[in-house]
C-alpha cells in the first residue's frame, strides 16, 4: 500500500492536479474525483511526515457538514463503486478520502469569515489595520469576539500566500452581484456551521470557502468547514487578549517555530509525538462536531494505514 502521504497513489485515472492536501482525477468531461490526502503542510510548505488517517476524518467531517447545511455544491458521491477502473489497491487507498465531484469554472476568491480577530487579521488590525479590519471599532483584543461575522475575501495563491482583498478590489475581481451572493452565503454557511459547533461546546473562530459555477449555477466546492479550513477553539478555554488553542495542526507550527529553520524546504522531520498530537487534534474536532466515532467511520471506510 502506498502512503496517504504520497503525492500520486493512483495511476489509472487521468491525474488534473496537485495541492497542498489533495489530489484531483478526471473521471469524466463533467466529473472530477478529489482525495484527501493525509499531507500535512506548514508555512506553506509540505511536511514529509503524514498525519494518519487525516484525509480520511476531514472527508469524512466534509460529507457530514454537506447533508446538515444542505446548500447547493458540488458532490456527487463518495461512494468508490462511482469511480470506474480502479485496481484493488487504488480501491482500498481511495476509501473514505474521494468524494466524485461535479468539475465547476472555479471563482478565483478565497471567500473568508471571520467571527473572532485571530490570525492574520488580528496581525494587521494590530499594526493599525487594512482590508480586513479597517471597519473595526478600536479598543480590540486578540480573540476578541467581532460584533458580527465580517467577510474578507482573499486571492487565491497558486503557491505561498493568499492576500487580503479590499472589497473594491474584490468586486472588480467577481462582479458586484456575484460578490454580494458569495457574501450573503459565506456568512450564512459560517453561522450556521457556528451554531452547530457552539452546541458541541466549540467556537468556530474563522473559515474560508471556495465556489464555482457549473452551467450558471453558483455552488460550494472543495473541502467545507474542517479544521484545514476553519480555525476551531474548544470553547471552555476561550479568553481575549492571549494565544488560543485550536483543534488543527497548532503542534506542528508550534513546534516548527521553535526549531532553527527559515520556513523553506525541506522542513526538519516531525517526531512521533507531535505526528500523534497532532492527529489527536483532529479526531477529537470530529467526533465533537459529528457526534461519532472516526474510527467507525475510518474502519468502514478501508481501516487504518
Not at 469576539?145 to 503557491?159: N, V, W
Not at 479544521?227 to 508550534?254: I, L
Not at 470530529?286 to 467511520?297: A, D, H, K, P, Q
Request: proline share 7%.
Amino acid at each position: 500500500m502506498e502512503a496517504a502521504g504520497n503525492l500520486r497513489a493512483v495511476h489509472t485515472l487521468e491525474h488534473i492536479s496537485s495541492g497542498k492536501v489533495r489530489e484531483i482525477y478526471s473521471v469524466a468531461d463533467d466529473r472530477l474525483v478529489i482525495v484527501a490526502t493525509d499531507r500535512i503542510s506548514a508555512f506553506d510548505v509540505i511536511l514529509d511526515e503524514p498525519i494518519p488517517d487525516k484525509g480520511r476524518v476531514l472527508t469524512g467531517l466534509s460529507l457530514h457538514w454537506l447533508d446538515l447545511l444542505d446548500t447547493p455544491n458540488h458532490l456527487l458521491s463518495a461512494g468508490i463503486g462511482d469511480i470506474p477502473g480502479l485496481t484493488p489497491r487504488e480501491r482500498a487507498h481511495l476509501a473514505g478520502r474521494a468524494m466524485v465531484v461535479r468539475r465547476a469554472e472555479v471563482i478565483p476568491m478565497e471567500c473568508v469569515v471571520r467571527g473572532y480577530l485571530y490570525g492574520s487579521s488580528w496581525n494587521e488590525y494590530a499594526a493599525g489595520g487594512g482590508p480586513t479590519t479597517e471597519h473595526l471599532s478600536p479598543g480590540l483584543q486578540q480573540a476578541s469576539r467581532l460584533p458580527e461575522p465580517i467577510f474578507t475575501p482573499a486571492t487565491k495563491a497558486q503557491s505561498g500566500h493568499d492576500e487580503n482583498l479590499t472589497e473594491p478590489d474584490a468586486r472588480a475581481l467577481v462582479g458586484d452581484v456575484v460578490y454580494e451572493e458569495l457574501r450573503r452565503r459565506s456568512i450564512d454557511l459560517y453561522l450556521r456551521g457556528a451554531e452547530h459547533a457552539a452546541e458541541r461546546g466549540i467556537i468556530l473562530a474563522d473559515t474560508k470557502f471556495e465556489f464555482g459555477t457549473v452551467a450558471g449555477e453558483l455552488i460550494l466546492i472543495d473541502e467545507i468547514l474542517t479544521p484545514d479550513s476553519s480555525r476551531y477553539w474548544p470553547a471552555d478555554a476561550w479568553a481575549t487578549g492571549t494565544t488560543m488553542p485550536s483543534f488543527d495542526k497548532q503542534p506542528v507550527r508550534d513546534w516548527l517555530e521553535g526549531q532553527d529553520w527559515d520556513k523553506r524546504p525541506p522542513a526538519p522531520p516531525l517526531p512521533e509525538d507531535i505526528v500523534a498530537d497532532t492527529r489527536s487534534r483532529y479526531i477529537e474536532a470530529v467526533e465533537r462536531l459529528t457526534g461519532r466515532s472516526s474510527g467507525g467511520y475510518v474502519a468502514a471506510a478501508g481501516g487504518l494505514e
